[in-house]
């Protein structure tokens, strides 16, 4: 097994399960509320009886006072699919490879609960394209496979998110929840990024990783900045002033970011490479509503 | 414009020095630190929006700096072009006028710097220019355009000329040519024309000069003599002049004067003790950068009293009455018969006048004679006078007859002589013939056709004259004479021309007079048939002395470059420090351009 997640943190992850703002798509069953009626425990509605159906749900005291017959409607309790992007570019690699890091372990939290909700786990690695991708799992003994799928991921490429999505939502998946774990250090707009998965209406929630080095650099003086999917140098003199910009900067891009997807109707939440990772991601998801 | 040269080794040291400065400032850049990072993304923005105005600012000023040390080294190593079209021939006037040998303050004189810079314009053009090379002192005689390895050639055997009056031939000023430079000190020469490079060497240099010297005895007491010297301060500063006066080391006349700027001064000496002979005159300031008219000689001629004897068998010789009353003249009277018995070498006569008798032999001093008659030892040809009365010509250029007008001459008999080669006419009559000839030799003679009392010539007014005239011919030296210096002309029948130290001066003769060169002061001595003729050369003319005159105010020390080190290319210097300071500017804000 990976030394992604401990053995105990793990054990704690056990009670958690998934809480999805939609009705779900999925066609196995599950855990989550459906549009589809059918077997389940929640009541939807009644309607006529017609020939075929199951006369399992016929309500017969309806049919006791009206003489006519209606058959009892439940929401279908249907897995969901859960589709986790992981960024694998070059800029979460390399010298902060604490950021890609982090992605692995956030992916791997949220595909464990997953499994665990027998929903459908797609692990899917990107940088300016689908790089690999696990086919959707699922139960609990699919672990060992999502596990082995991060594990042989590597740093390549520059991050093209529109590209990704286009590749991987283009050939039509099922509505689910998706998950984009990025630092979502990108040239294009985010409008732009997730225009092809956003009229798909999944349910989407980005997951920032920020490493604290990015946040507030520890160099000053004369750099030359190399860029390291780019590989373009810039040469600069780096002032207090300039670093001060800087931060501002960065703080705007963050602040950016999260308002995208708030303003998006999507989830959002940071997680900083340098922070308890156990206490931090289940802080965070439970703040955000996705985990309960 | 200006014309800025470098020579190809400063050119090669300068291009040196470029490039080991841009070695060394690689060298010693600072330290770059290359740091990885995840993205420049953000990097980018900060950048983008600080430096959005100053990064503008930053790359004009970038360009200009790169405009301008390209300008800096473009002027430093090459000659800025001309406007207009560039032509292939280049004519280039070097003004070698005495006002050009002044010292600047670098020891070299106006003209070897104007020399050198010519020279090295000479060395920039490409073989294919043809230069016309012309001096102001015609020197030059037939210029042409030529080659440049002719032209330097030219150039070098240049001297500084004499003439006060610079001559540029104006077929050669008003060539048809896009370049044409001038280097001139602007002293002397006139005025230029304006499509002329003018390159100016002139520095204002202190000079105190003689600009006149003349000798002369005092009225009445011909023992007496006086010395007349004009000194000139040609400078803009204050000079205390030594003035010595030298004929030998027992005969020194001194003074010591002050002159304020730009004064003239006649200082005037009793120069009694001086003897017969030649005299140098010398002034001497502690500043003074123009030796050329520092010197000057003069010749003080004989003006002893005269011993003439008289011979006469007549009792009232108006020769005889008129002799006696001039103050040089110590008279001795002789008839023929004494004329004839006794030694002529104990009474030591200067010279003879002959009243209407004719000696049987030549005389052994200067003489004339009036009424001479046929005799063997008279080397003319003579006739006699065929009528009474006749019309005479007079030849008024001859020193004998100077002043005197001799108006209504008449003569009524005598004879008339066949003039010969040698032989200077004196008096002529178109109807009979020369009636009175000068002999001119180391013993010269007088001889006059007609007897005084046959002609009125005793009773007009300028008779004294002409007897005095004709004493000092026969007896005084020359008068001498003063010229400047350069080319020299003294009468045709001048055999030898001998300085002072007894160098024989080389001659040549054309239209009649003969010719000889001196380019600086000295004292001459041309020996002809009427004796030796003394030649004063010197620079007595305010002109020489006025060497601060020039219209051209500037003066640009980057032509002197006769300095060593690098104190000649000094502009060029400094264009090449400023290119190197700007380069560094350049750099600097090269590495800062994307930063704060």
Sequence with gaps: ?292 | MTSLFLSVPIFVLLLLAVVGAVVLLYLLRPPVLNRLISSNLIWKRVLGSSRAISERWRWWLSLLLALLITTCLFFSALRPSVDGEVDSRVLIILDNSPSMGALTQSGASRYDIAKIAVSRLLDSFSKDVEVMLVDTQRQITSPDFDSIAQNQIRLEELTIGSNLEPIVPSHVAELALTRKFIYTDGVMIGGVPDDFTIVSVFQPAPNVGITRLSFASVPGDINVREAFIEIMNGGGSPQLVDLELVQSEARVLKRRIQLGPYEKSTQIFNASKLLSGPVKASVYSSEDLFKFDDVAYGYITTKSPIKVGIVSDATDSKAFTLLSLMPRISLTALTLAEYEEIDLNKLNFDTLVFDGVTPANKPTVPSMIFGITSSNWVNVKTSPIRSSQIIVDKNLTHPILKNVAMTDLSVEGGVVFEVTEGVETLLNSEAEGVLAIAIPGAIKNILVGFDLKKTNLPYLLDFPILLSNSIKWLVDEPPVMTVNSGVIQVPGDVTKVFRIDGTDMPLWFANGNAYFYSGEAGLFTAFTRNGPLRVSVSQLDRRFSDINGSQLKKFDPSLDSTNSGFRGYSFTLVIGIMALLLLMLEWFFYHRRITQ
């Excluded at chain 1, 855990?31 to 009644?46: A, E, L, N, P, V």
């Excluded at chain 1, 459908?120 to 699919?142: A, C, T, W, Y």
């Excluded at chain 1, 003086?221 to 600069?236: F, K, M, P, Y």
């Design chain 1, 1 to 292: 097994m990976s030394t992604l997640l401990s053995q105990e943190f793990m054990r704690r992850l056990d009670g958690i399960s998934l809480l999805l703002q939609k009705s779900v798509a999925g066609h196995l069953r599950g855990q989550h509320r459906s549009k589809r009626t059918g077997i389940g425990m929640i009541f939807s509605d009644y309607r006529p009886y017609t020939a075929g159906d199951d006369v399992r749900n016929l309500d017969w005291a309806t049919y006791m006072r009206l003489d006519r017959l209606v058959l009892r409607m439940f929401e279908e309790e249907a897995d969901t699919p859960i589709y986790i992007l992981i960024d694998n570019s070059q800029s979460m690699g390399n010298l902060e490879a604490d950021k890609f890091e982090t992605a692995k372990k956030f992916a791997a939290v949220l595909a464990y609960v997953g499994l665990l909700n027998h929903d459908r786990v797609s692990l899917i690695s990107f940088s300016d394209g689908v790089v690999k991708e696990m086919p959707g799992r699922r139960g609990k003994n699919q672990m060992w496979r999502a596990m082995h799928f991060l594990d042989s991921l590597k740093n390549e490429g520059q991050t093209n998110l529109e590209n990704t999505f286009r590749n991987f939502f283009g050939s039509g998946r099922t509505r689910g929840l998706v998950f984009v774990l990025s630092d979502f250090l990108i040239d294009q707009r985010l409008a732009d990024s997730f225009r092809p998965v956003s009229q798909f209406g999944h349910e989407i929630f980005g997951v920032h990783i920020i490493s604290p080095e990015e946040e507030n650099p520890s160099f000053d003086g004369q750099v030359v900045l190399v860029d390291s999917e780019t590989h373009e140098a810039i040469n600069v003199n780096l002032t207090g002033s300039a670093l001060e910009t800087y931060r501002a900067e960065f703080k705007k891009h963050l602040t950016d970011t999260e308002r995208f997807f708030k303003r998006s109707g999507w989830g959002y939440t940071s997680i900083r490479t340098n922070v308890d990772f156990e206490a931090s991601v289940l802080t965070s998801l439970k703040k955000e509503g996705i985990f309960r």
